[in-house]
């Protein structure tokens, strides 16, 4: 577990002058969550600051809810940036030679452009997020010495090296090289809706909901992925022992997974979908969370929710669950490696239902004391 350190006092940072800001991080999903402390951080020691993200629209929701404008005063729908700039670099790269794409790309640059940014922060890493981070035009671009593509430092005029483990304190490493403070950590800020709050609140009610574990059998890739039966015979267990009602999130191209885990559970789960601003709504209220590396379980995580965190061949010291109570299962034979291999890490499948659910009851009653 990674507590977070307290922000030092603003005195500390009174002498930098930050007025214009472009973080870049465009996705997926728990690379996002990541950058979300440090923002957090930069948004209390500069509250006047205007601060804009590159994001892609896919992921649009972690910062701001869905309907609510994407610029503007900021609000609990959109609690950290003024701005969210949305691409799809995706479909660019599907249609490059198209005249619809080269319209788009056009567009976000001159989007871009317009709000004059000082300095801009690229988190990822890549060749794209680079190029998008020099195209705004800001005068000062920071980047990793060691970027996740060696071509994106070409475009950085201050490279950072950071010797952090986890990925949250190397971006934070970043961020203090930006306000040359030593900057301390807060709690990340996320969208908060009332009315999809509600919503969420009113579909626990008719299904007669009370306290619930969210089981996150997907993965962004197989050798990530425990296996479905295993979260079923995991929900039985904490309906027995914890008296815990487990929803299965599933997302898109998952019912085959969820189907599983509700088959296996043999009643002790049912399975949920949500759009993002839903999950993050029904995320905050879980009792507890059981899943492997993924965006979900990061969610989690960020929102303080008790985690169980199944590892195979990601390195938890990297990518572990940070800043609330938390166990991390992983077997000493995982090997690591982000090799996308389609089949589930062996070693990780020597971890067991037995085994997850003693560690959940364990978490719960030490998060409870």
């Known amino acids: ?42 948004r209390q ?14 992921w649009a929701e972690l910062l701001c809810s869905r309907d609510t404008p ?11 940036v003024d701005r969210v700039h949305c691409v799809n670099t995706r ?26 940014y000082d300095v801009a922060i690229d988190f990822q ?16 671009i920071f980047g990793f010495a060691q970027p996740r593509e060696n071509a994106a430092s070409m475009f ?21 090289a930006v306000t040359r403070t030593p900057l301390g950590m807060i709690s990340a800020e996320l969208p908060r809706d009332p009315v999809i709050e509600s919503s969420i609140a009113s579909k626990l009610k008719s299904l007669a909901i009370g306290s619930y574990a969210i089981l996150n059998p997907g993965a962004g890739w197989g050798a990530k992925q425990w296996p479905a039966e295993r979260y079923g015979q995991t929900a039985r267990l904490l309906a027995d022992r914890a008296g815990l009602t487990s929803l299965v999130n ?25 759009s993002m601003s839903e999950l993050i709504a029904l ?14 379980m990061h969610l989690a995580a960020i929102l303080g929710v008790p985690v169980v965190a199944i590892f195979g061949p990601t390195n938890p010291a990297r990518n572990g669950p940070y800043g609330t109570r938390s166990v991390v299962l992983r077997n000493a034979a995982s090997i690591t490696s982000h090799a996308r291999r389609p089949r589930p890490d062996a070693a990780m499948l020597e971890i067991g239902a037995p085994e997850v659910v003693d560690a959940a009851v364990k978490l719960l009653g030490a998060t409870r004391a």
Not at 125 to 140: H, I, K, M, T
Not at 250 to 274: D, F, H, N, R, Y
């Open 1 to 42: 577990m990674h507590d977070l350190p307290p922000l030092l006092p603003k005195s500390v940072t009174s002498g930098i002058k930050i007025e214009r800001v472009l973080i870049v991080r465009l996705g997926a999903m728990g690379d996002v969550l990541h950058a979300l402390p440090p923002a957090s951080a930069l």
């Open 45 to 58: 020691a500069f509250p006047s600051a205007q601060i804009g993200w590159v994001i892609e629209e896919r």
């Open 70 to 80: 994407r610029c503007g005063p900021r609000l609990a729908q959109r609690p950290l």
């Open 91 to 116: 479909a660019w790269r599907n249609a490059l030679f198209s005249d619809a794409t080269w319209s788009a790309v056009v567009s976000a640059i001159k989007e871009l452009r317009a709000e004059r």
């Open 125 to 140: 890493g890549a060749v794209r997020s680079a190029v998008l981070a020099r195209f705004s035009g800001a005068p000062q």
């Open 156 to 176: 950085y005029t201050r490279q950072v090296h950071s010797r952090d483990a986890h990925v949250v304190d190397q971006n934070l490493s970043l961020l203090r």
């Open 250 to 274: 599933c997302g898109p191209g998952e019912e085959a997974l969820a189907s599983e885990v509700e088959k296996t559970a043999g009643g002790a789960a049912q399975a949920i979908t949500t």
């Open 283 to 296: 995320t905050r209220h879980a009792t507890l969370f059981i899943g492997g590396d993924t965006g979900p």
